[in-house]
């Protein structure tokens, strides 16, 4: 949304750019804790039931704040790596290896809308 912004000398123009900066910043990061947990959802979607203590064991974490945010999304089970990694494991019918890594490179650009729309870039 577009809007009118009236500034009158060098500190007007300074406090703007700051206020604005906050804003992003701050969009950035609910926009990649959002993201996350949207991999979280999607990976549990394809994550290998067995027990379910591997899907109950996901989680989405954020670390820093504004523009210095990492977003990290987990598994925690001692045996997360082992399945994720042994592609030459059969699974049931929907579920699969990869469980992370394949819905992060398949919803790639859905994942971005999500941080862009938070960080009010669309």
């Known amino acids: ?32 804790i ?14 290998p039931i067995d027990t379910s203590k591997l899907k109950g064991s996901a989680g989405t974490k954020a670390i820093g704040h504004g523009w210095s945010t990492d977003v990290i999304v987990y598994y925690t089970t001692g045996y997360a790596v082992y399945v994720h990694e042994r592609t030459d ?17 398949t919803h790639r650009d859905e994942i971005l809308k999500v941080i862009a729309r938070e960080a009010g870039a669309i």
Do not use: C, Y
């Open 89 to 105: 494991l059969q699974h049931a019918e929907g579920k699969q290896a990869k469980f992370l890594e394949e819905p992060a490179r």
């Open 1 to 32: 949304m577009a809007s009118v912004l009236h500034l009158t000398g060098v500190e007007g123009i300074r406090d703007a750019l700051r206020k604005a900066n906050g804003r992003i910043s701050w969009g950035i990061r609910r926009g990649l």
């Open 34 to 47: 959002k993201g996350g947990l949207l991999l979280q959802r999607l990976s549990q979607q394809v994550v």
